[in-house]
């Protein structure tokens, strides 16, 4: 029976799929559900009857490690030539498959960023693509649009926009007039590449701002190109923007003030564009291939051009965020820093390029500190091996609300949106390189993570001990503290701990460490954090620093004033430690013994037994001690002692510490306590000393003879003690008595 009933089930099957054949439409195996193939790109080719689908066939990817390797050893460069051998040769057996017509179709344009073709096939070849071994997804070339701003127009006239405000507030809050100050507002040699709606690089306050590779061209070779939604450049572009958006974002990375206000973190930064977003949507082939242009040392030509150094991604999408994953990672393989819009969804919402682990995420925040309701943000969910399985975004935040900008025509505007955020971190970034060029994307992440101007504790969190929300990420970032943190080089003691007692606050009057640049100038506005513990501890291990450990420099000078130590020892050093600076040793000082004290002074006694004979003596000792149990070695402390049984003689000072008496014991058995006092002060120690009986001397009888009938044992038992010579007992005397008749009456 069970037999037929699975003969009827594969006919089911069969005919299923004939009939669909017959109507011309396309069934997918079930095994590509929810796996190769995508479901919207199933959805799409299933309603198909016939004709072509434009997939994105995705291969096995690079080996990240193989591309940090060639970094290492050739550079930036080198990194992305193995990402291109890479891809050349996994790509190699589709290129033929479609070359020898085992698929219908052909190849529109390829990329190495993310190992992937985009190819043009016969709807019913969507299968036997996926049915390929080295074959590991199949999509749609999705749309990707710029988040929505949420207020303004980006055509504002300028009139409109005059302030008297030298800097716009995102700058200032930030820290960028600061960094400014320092001699830092970018440089020519640092590239930012924003992939948007595209650029006027005529406006006043961008102007001269992008990188070029000839001058004499309109058309800004290796700083500007135009992608069509198949990812091919566009032959003979000049820079325009197609809706505004790229252009303030643009203005904000490295605009002037030829408005009257400072517009641009990073003004004498280069900017590289790349058009990818006409009129606010792109597919997914056209931002690939301008994230690949960015990192690229080679235009879409072949010409030679220069790599982008962080690239600001202001778009998202939401259904297929996982499929920026790969390019993302190997940006951050080749060293190259991706800034993302977190979205303006609101909390518990994200897309990518923003929720991908990757990505320097940013949310928005406004004048006040807080963040914006629209700003997106929540707990990514990433089952990828090399990444936490859940993580929080965004990453950081920045200044997204009311943010002034250049708009298209030599107008501003004042725009809402992660998509403003986003940039005020892409032109930080680029103020850090501009102080060392040689910060990794680890040491940038790292450096604004720990100078952060402003944090609240609001949103979900993930219990992994990270102080981060989805509301703020880390916080708000502060390039100023940012770039002092990397001007200071190192800790050096201005002012070092001097020798103290034990309890005592060492320093005169207090401990000063100061942060200093590496030629060993004050670095007069640094606030770092600086830790102090014991660097050589002559104990071993045994002394306890006490109090504020750690405090924040003020005008580059970090105060200990409530130091101490609890032991006594000579050759002590303290060591100054603060994040990513070298740390200081102190010179040698010493700790001595404090004040006397009742609670650590022991009490001794020397022998704890003696014979209770009236004469012989036990001699006790005071050692002297501080609170901390530190033996004092100067006398001159007054010192009492007393007992409950036998008698004591006069203390005696012996001026190192210690003092002494002589116990003398009583002729009765006993314990006797000695207590004692130094300074008036009470001592907590005590010691007894037993009085005993001394060497047997003589016999005494306890218990008597009594009268008896003749032949009758005496009633009760005659007993014989065993005394010492003052007639105390020796309780421990095994001597063999013997009794005879002394006396005899009878005289028998």
């Given amino acids: 029976m069970r037999k037929k009933i699975r003969n009827k089930f594969i006919l089911f099957i069969f005919l299923v799929v004939f009939l669909s054949t017959l109507a011309g439409g396309v069934v997918l195996a079930q095994g590509s559900e929810g796996g190769v193939v995508s479901h919207s790109l199933r959805e799409e080719i299933e309603k198909k009857e016939k004709g072509t689908a434009e997939v994105v066939i995705r291969l096995a990817p690079s080996d990240g490690r193989e591309v940090i390797r060639a970094r290492e050893e050739k550079g930036r460069e080198g990194a992305v030539e193995a990402l291109k051998t890479s891809a050349k040769n996994k790509q190699e057996g589709i290129q033929n498959a479609f070359e020898r017509g085992e698929i219908e179709g052909e190849i529109i344009n390829s990329f190495w960023i993310t190992n992937a073709v985009l190819a043009e096939v016969k709807v019913q070849d969507v299968e036997k693509i996926a049915q390929r071994d080295e074959v590991e997804r199949i999509h749609k070339n999705f749309q990707i649009n710029i988040p929505a701003p949420l207020k303004g127009s980006f055509v504002v006239h300028s009139d409109a926009m005059q302030s008297d405000d030298e800097f716009t507030w995102g700058l200032e809050r930030i820290g960028v007039p600061e960094v400014w100050d320092m001699g830092f507002k970018g440089s020519s040699d640092i590239k930012v590449a924003v992939l948007d709606t ?77 058009l990818v977003l006409p009129d606010g949507e792109a597919t997914f082939a056209q931002i690939i291939a301008g994230m690949e242009w960015a990192m690229d040392d080679e235009d879409p030509w072949g010409n030679d051009k220069e790599m982008a150094d962080v690239v600001n991604m202001s778009f998202g999408v939401d259904e297929y965020q996982g499929y920026f994953e790969e390019p993302l990672e190997k940006m951050i393989n080749t060293g190259i820093v991706p800034v993302g819009a977190m979205g303006n969804d609101g909390e518990g919402k994200y897309g990518s390029p923003g929720a991908i682990y990757e990505t320097l995420a ?78 990794t994307v ?211 000072d012996h001026n190192d510490g210690t003092y002494s008496a002589t116990l003398t014991s009583a002729t009765e058995r006993g314990t006797a306590t000695v207590t004692g006092k130094i300074d008036q002060e009470s001592i907590e120690d005590e010691v ?33 003690e065993i005394q010492d010579q003052e007639g105390n007992l020796v309780g421990d005397a095994t001597n063999e008595v013997k009794i005879w008749v002394e006396n005899d009456p009878t005289t028998a």
């Fill in 198 to 274: 595209g650029v006027d690089i005529e406006h006043d306050d961008l102007e001269g701002k992008m990188y070029t590779e000839d001058e004499e061209d309109d058309t800004y070779p290796g700083g500007w190109v135009e992608f069509d939604e198949e990812g091919n450049a566009k032959d003979d572009s000049e820079p325009h923007d197609t809706h505004g958006h790229g252009t303030h974002v643009s203005g904000t990375v490295v605009g002037g003030d030829a408005g009257g206000t400072h517009i641009g973190v990073a003004p004498e930064t280069k900017l590289m564009h790349g």
């Fill in 688 to 720: 007894t000393v037993d009085f005993v009986a001394g060497n047997p001397d003589q016999l005494f009888f306890v218990q008597h003879p009594t009268d008896t009938t003749a032949g009758e044992v005496m009633t009760p038992a005659i007993e014989v």
């Fill in 442 to 652: 680890d040491n940038i992440y790292d450096l604004l993570k720990n100078n952060i101007s402003y944090y609240d504790e609001v949103g979900d969190f993930l219990d992994d001990g990270e102080d981060k929300n989805t509301r703020y990420g880390y916080g708000i970032i502060d390039i100023h503290q940012a770039v002092l943190s990397l001007e200071a080089e190192q800790l050096s003691f201005k002012k070092h701990p001097t020798t103290s007692m034990a309890g005592k606050f060492i320093g005169d009057p207090a401990i000063e460490v100061e942060i200093q640049d590496q030629e060993g100038n004050l670095v007069g506005d640094a606030t770092n954090e600086v830790k102090i513990w014991v660097e050589n501890d002559p104990t071993t291990g045994n002394a306890e620093l006490s109090g504020t450990l750690t405090q924040e420099a003020q005008d580059g000078i970090a105060t200990f004033d409530d130091l101490w130590i609890d032991k006594a020892e000579t050759g002590y050093t303290l060591e100054a430690i603060s994040e990513g600076l070298e740390s200081a040793v102190s010179d040698q000082f010493d700790i001595e013994a404090g004040d006397a004290g009742g609670k650590k002074t022991t009490i001794t006694a020397d022998p704890l037994e003696i014979t209770a004979d009236g004469a012989s003596t036990s001699t006790i000792t005071v050692q002297a001690q501080d609170e901390f149990g530190n033996e004092l070695e100067e006398g001159g402390d007054e010192v009492t002692l007393k007992t409950d049984k036998g008698s004591l003689s006069a203390v005696t």
């Fill in 362 to 439: 940013i949310g928005a925040s406004d004048e006040e500190d807080k963040i914006a309701d629209f700003s997106s943000g929540g707990v990514v969910d990433d089952s990828r091996d090399d990444t936490p399985l859940e993580y929080v975004k965004p990453n950081f935040s920045a200044p997204g609300v009311g943010v002034k900008s250049a708009v298209p025509g030599n107008n501003y505007s004042e725009m809402d949106g992660t998509s403003m955020a986003a940039p005020h971190v892409a032109g930080a970034i680029a103020l850090l390189l501009d102080f060392d060029p040689d910060l």
